[in-house]
């Protein structure tokens, strides 16, 4: 299928909605009302990474959020084998590999997948085997791109970590140097295995999203962290409101 010339998909991260929950521990917000809300919102998809350390999403927000999504889930997990456990078990519609450290804030760079291809290759295959489709977060980098592809990848996610990074820093040429290093992987995506889909995300705001959004070839951008700190301030004034009116109800 020919994905290069149709606009990139969106798909949200609620990761940090259960941030906010997991801080009080308590019930609420509800990752599984976020997550309707967005695709009745016009999400293609929704994102959530269950982490070893349980730091945001719980197990049983998968298996909610896999249950009641009418779009796709796309379960981001580390190649381990507990993951792989229960990743056959929800059968989320994508499973997206990225590498975890336990002190990281937030995934910090790209799978190595050139120096584990034989474990990656088998991993993803069992994923493969009941059905789910496969992506691999990885650098802008010709050689993890072919590594994936060699891997039997259905999809790489390019990391834009570093060209939001210098983005913020106020490195404009860097930041476009970053950007012709994204679009220099999309290239060699393409030419490498024209079935592969291309995803990017990480780092992504309305001020950086444009330039990567522009790029012919990709077919869906994770956002998480910025989608969900703007929703703050969509939010705030009628949260403000309807807390006044909860306050001086009668009865
Ligand atoms: N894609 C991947 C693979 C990620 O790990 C993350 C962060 O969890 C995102 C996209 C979203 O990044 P951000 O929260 O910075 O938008």
């Not at 009418?70 to 190649?79: D, G, K, M, W, Y």
Request: aromatic share 4%; net charge negative; charged share 20%.
């Amino acid at each position: 299928m020919n994905h290069s010339t149709q606009k990139p998909l969106l798909g949200v991260n609620i990761d940090h909605v259960a941030t906010l929950r997991q801080a009080r521990g308590v019930d609420y917000p509800s990752p599984v009302a976020a997550a309707l809300l967005c695709e009745q919102a016009g999400a293609d998809g929704i994102t959530i990474h269950l982490r070893e350390d349980r730091r945001h999403i719980q197990d049983a927000d998968v298996y909610e959020i896999a249950k009641q999504l009418t779009t796709r889930l796309n379960l981001e997990i580390a190649a381990t084998t507990e993951m792989l456990e229960i990743a056959r078990k929800v059968k989320p519609f994508w499973v997206c590999l990225v590498p975890e450290k336990r002190a990281e804030l937030t995934t910090e760079g790209g799978l190595d997948v050139a120096n584990q291809i034989d474990y990656l290759s088998d991993y993803i295959s069992q994923l493969q085997k009941v059905g789910i489709k496969v992506s691999l977060f990885i650098d802008p980098d010709e050689t993890q791109v072919k590594a994936a592809i060699t891997c039997g990848a259905d999809a790489i996610e390019l990391h834009t970590g570093s060209y939001a990074e210098q983005g913020l820093a106020g490195n404009v040429e860097s930041q476009n140097a970053e950007l012709e290093r994204i679009k220099a992987a999309v290239a060699i995506a393409q030419q490498t295995d024209s079935e592969l889909l291309i995803n990017a995300g990480h780092g992504l705001t309305r001020d950086n999203v444009n330039a990567i959004a522009q790029i012919e070839g990709i077919y869906e951008l994770n956002i998480g962290h910025a989608l969900i700190a703007d929703a703050v301030f969509s939010g705030l004034a009628q949260a403000v409101a309807m807390m006044k009116a909860a306050m001086y109800h009668q009865g």
